[in-house]
């Protein structure tokens, strides 16, 4: 595992901050030390505008523009652990690159990782930030992600950090035999993040907590 500290640097704020966060993420239960060291290295200030980067070590999700926002720290990091439980994961899917701070955290962790979203405007400044982090490990596409990503299917993971009503059949098709898709499911007020694994048979479905995104929307802005 290379972090963001080890490739660029210490970035530009106290460390403080980021310990506080990471012992917050802690006592929430997150245990998995490789995603806790990755949320800890990783500068969340640089995903935000500048005018919001003394709240970006705060545990809770901050706005992006176009009605957006970067998910809140212990969201990130509870979906990546649920995702890595699942052992070995080559190529990885997330619907929804918002600022491009989670495809960051997963660019760290796996080989592989694919990322569609509806909005131009951030598909194309997530872009930027990646590269400019080095991530080439990342692949970016401007889409709407009810339709996955089916070149480069099958996925042994897929990420949705958007709220459907119900799972799109497309992302269900484009998981890996023994693929694990984490996803936010109904109305706001009333989601709750599933875990669904692909099994020979059947999907098995696992209700992880309740959680609060923004809605997975149809078609391109
Ligand atoms: N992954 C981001 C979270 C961004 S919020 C983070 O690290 O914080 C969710 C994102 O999903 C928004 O940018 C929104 O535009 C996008 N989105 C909503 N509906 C979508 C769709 N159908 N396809 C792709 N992206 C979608």
Known sequence: MQTLYSRRGTGMLSKHPRERLIQQLRTQGISNPDVLEVMRTTPRHLFVDEALSSHAYANHALPIGYGQTISQPYIVARMTEAL???????KVLEVGTGCGY???VLAQLLDKVYSVERIKNLSEKASKRLKLFGLDNVQLCHSDGHWGWAEH???QGIIVTASPKNVPEALLDQLALGGCLIIPVGPRGGQVLLKIIRTRTHYEQYTL????????????S
């Not at 890595?84 to 080559?90: D, F, I, P, R």
């Not at 907590?209 to 391109?220: D, I, Q, T």
């Open 84 to 90: 890595l439980s699942q052992g070995y994961l080559e």
């Open 102 to 104: 989670q495809t960051a």
């Open 153 to 155: 299917a099958p996925y």
């Open 209 to 220: 907590e309740h959680v609060s995104f923004v809605p997975l929307r149809e078609g391109l």
